[in-house]
């Protein structure tokens, strides 16, 4: 696993000793995965996300009827921090 396209990728700048860090961190996540490959899967029906192996949709469990939502007002009142008609939340990068 080449860790350093890994962060390129991801818009990362990444360090000798974080790369000496992560190489066997994600190796270890790599071999992990790859232990699915072992697995039996002949007799196993795919899955298609919600959809029957026909492409129909599945069943919903209620009715999807239309209702009113919130408004912004009400919904930004609940928030610990709105600033300009937005929801105000910490810096993640």
């Known amino acids: 696993m080449d860790v350093r396209q ?3 990728l991801a818009h990362l700048n ?3 000793e974080e790369v000496a860090l992560y190489t066997p ?5 790599v071999k992990y ?7 039996d899967t002949d007799n ?3 899955a298609l996300g919600g959809l029957t192996p026909e ?3 599945t ?3 209620r009715e999807d009827l239309v209702r009113a939502s919130f408004g912004q007002e009400a919904a930004l009142a609940e928030a610990p921090s709105a600033v ?3 929801f105000q939340v910490p810096k993640v990068l």
């Open 59 to 61: 069943e919903a469990a």
């Open 14 to 16: 990444i360090t000798d």
């Open 25 to 29: 961190q994600m190796d270890d996540i």
């Open 6 to 8: 890994v962060a390129k």
């Open 84 to 86: 300009a008609g937005h």
């Open 44 to 46: 196993i029906e795919p």
């Open 55 to 57: 492409g129909e949709a």
């Open 33 to 39: 995965i790859e232990q699915l490959n072992e697995l």
